[in-house]
């Protein structure tokens, strides 16, 4: 019987999804499931969500484990899901907050611009630390995460640990569906090839039967105003850029410095989208401060809904299965380190590219050169992620002010001395988490 631990599993979405995921696969049922978190009323209420997907997957021979212990959850596992939080939203809404003061206009912040890198530098030391206890507890084991920011924890997990990670997000395999309801096509028919870093990765290869999806893309979004204004900064993107982007428009606001330096933009381009997230100001922030007012909500309502039995479009269980289960080979686009996936990125980045799994692990592929503009716009943001990373395990403070300084979205707002005087204020409320800074 396969054993999974689910780290930060009161992520009541990936949870939920990831285990229904796992009772698809023959090899999986049943299997034990250890729900580790630190919050008991939230481990409390994931688990009767996980009892009711058990039984409604009618699999009760299933082992559930709930624990507050980490090493428990991780003790001779097979599998590792990491989901974890590190802060609570109290501490996160000073890295929204604080850079509104200083007229950068946050979305998310949880995967790059200032907010993005100070995240990674209160997570960075407790993904660190949850590596060292599988390296110690479950050495075999297989780690998917996550948790953002995606590229610069994967980017420290790779280079310092001896643990098999894989870092997963689900904006590619959204985006093409997104794209072929657009264009009414059955979204397993597109033909694509997606490469950049995660949250800004484009496809540079987008085909249905040997036919170029781009210029049909292109007098869609030009010619209906209803689909133009669905993703206002992703489709503007594509127009003047020639590929569509994975991450939603609030999200891909943040990592440029196109769409958020002045009012009128963030007004033109961030406000009236029609899509799920726009680009308004500190839009994920106030939805988890919403939920954590009333902290079970979310997951009595999930209770209380009629169960759907579908396979989700998540990569985490066909990834298990390959390398766990029947072993039946599965292609996916994953963060790894660039040992010449993306030849015209930087070697020691965290690139996004197609990754093939099966039993005998993973393997990243070779995709062609980014354009050129492409390359400079991502290769930027890549080289800035690698320099956090190392400001993080050398705890360089000059170095994290440096990689602020070149974030464009920080740099198209303030001069260099108010970015300083920015991060000496986030550094002081991150004291607890970044003390040892010098």
Known sequence: MKKFAFIGAGSLQFTSTCVKDLLHFDAFRPCEIRLMDINEEHLKMITKVVERTVKEMDCPECVIISTTDRVEALKDADGVLVTVFNGDVDVWRHEIEIPMKYGIDVNVGDTRNVAGIFRAL??????????????????????????NPMPMLCCAMHKYTNVEVMGLCHSVQGTIRMLAQWLDIPHEEIVYTCEGINHISFYTKLEHNGEDLYPRLRKLITENEE???????????????GYYVTESSGHASEYNQWFRKRPDLIEKYCTHGTNWNPGLHRFSLDLRLKRKADGVKQYEEWLEKPFNKEKSYEYAGE??????????????????????????????????VPVVVDRMGFKPT?????????????????????????????????MVYQAVYLDPLSSAVCSLEEIRQMCDELFEVNKEYLKDYK
């Open 319 to 352: 990834i298990f299965n390959a390398r766990l289960g029947d072993g039946k080979p599965f292609i996916f686009n994953g963060n790894v380190i660039n040992h010449g996936s993306i030849p015209n990125l930087p070697k020691d980045c965290c690139v996004e």
């Open 122 to 147: 209160r997570n960075i030391p407790l993904m660190l630390d949850i590596c060292k206890d599988m390296e110690k507890y479950c050495p075999k084991a297989v780690m998917l995460n996550y948790t």
């Open 366 to 398: 070779v995709v062609p050169e980014l354009p050129r503009h492409l390359a400079t716009f991502i290769g930027t943001t890549a080289q800035i992620e690698t320099m956090v990373v190392e400001a993080a395990m050398t705890k360089n403070k000059d």
């Open 227 to 241: 689909i133009y204004n669905r993703e206002q900064v992703r489709n503007e993107m594509f127009l003047k850029l």
